[in-house]
């Protein structure tokens, strides 16, 4: 699998549901990199090398890098319950793929980025650093910013992520009325 398959996929996802009326997407970690090319369309170039990381390994000292680094919060099984889930043959051109928004395609969307404070893959330094630069890219669409109290995986609850996400639905629905009649709001994506 490659960045481009990721791409074509959520694509044509996006463009059926699309019929049915307004898309929200959610993309956490390699998932946000996945939204920044469908919303760049065209599609960039695929490649066919895989990167392997045996996820169920016993060493102890890898399981205790992988749970500092992505689950801290969480115990021993449930981070053993999370590998579960984790592709051992992620692509390599995944990380070597330019997967950065563009100013003319994904820079018109709303975009909401749930900042994880306790990110250790991640941290909230270059969370900051990463949604500069973009804001610097589209000074007049810039980044909603929330943050949560969580790893990289996520939030423990759920439903605090939910609700981040609800919220800020909200927030978008409010600006969008007050844009009625002038055309649609900014940002609007058209699959």
């Known amino acids: 699998m490659t960045s481009a398959d990721f791409t074509d996929h959520v694509a044509d996802v996006v463009r059926r549901a699309h019929r049915l009326g307004p898309v929200v997407l959610v993309g956490q970690s390699v998932g946000g990199l996945t939204?920044?090319?469908?919303?760049?369309?065209?599609?960039?170039?695929?490649?066919?090398r895989a990167n392997r990381v045996h996820w169920r390994s016993g060493d102890p000292e890898f399981s205790r890098v992988v749970r500092e680094g992505m689950a801290a919060d969480r115990t021993d099984d449930e981070v053993r319950t999370l590998l579960n889930i984790l592709e051992p043959d992620e692509s390599a051109q995944i990380g070597a793929a330019d997967t950065r928004g563009l100013p003319?395609?994904?820079?018109?969307?709303?975009?909401?980025?749930?900042?994880?404070?306790?990110?250790?893959?991640?941290?909230?330094?270059?969370?900051?650093?990463?949604?500069?630069?973009?804001?610097?890219?589209?000074?007049?669409?810039?980044?909603?910013?929330?943050?949560?109290?969580?790893?990289?995986?996520?939030?423990?609850?759920?439903?605090?992520?939910?609700?981040?996400?609800?919220?800020?639905?909200?927030?978008?629905l409010v600006a969008g009325l007050c844009h009625r009649g002038s055309g649609p709001p900014p940002g609007g994506f058209e699959p």
């Open 35 to 48: 939204l920044n090319t469908v919303a760049n369309r065209p599609i960039g170039q695929s490649a066919n």
């Open 104 to 172: 003319g395609a994904w820079g018109r969307i709303p975009r909401t980025y749930l900042r994880f404070t306790e990110d250790r893959t991640i941290p909230p330094e270059l969370q900051d650093l990463m949604i500069e630069e973009a804001d610097e890219l589209t000074p007049e669409n810039r980044f909603h910013v929330r943050s949560l109290a969580a790893p990289h995986i996520s939030p423990r609850d759920p439903g605090e992520l939910a609700a981040e996400l609800e919220l800020e639905l909200e927030l978008e």
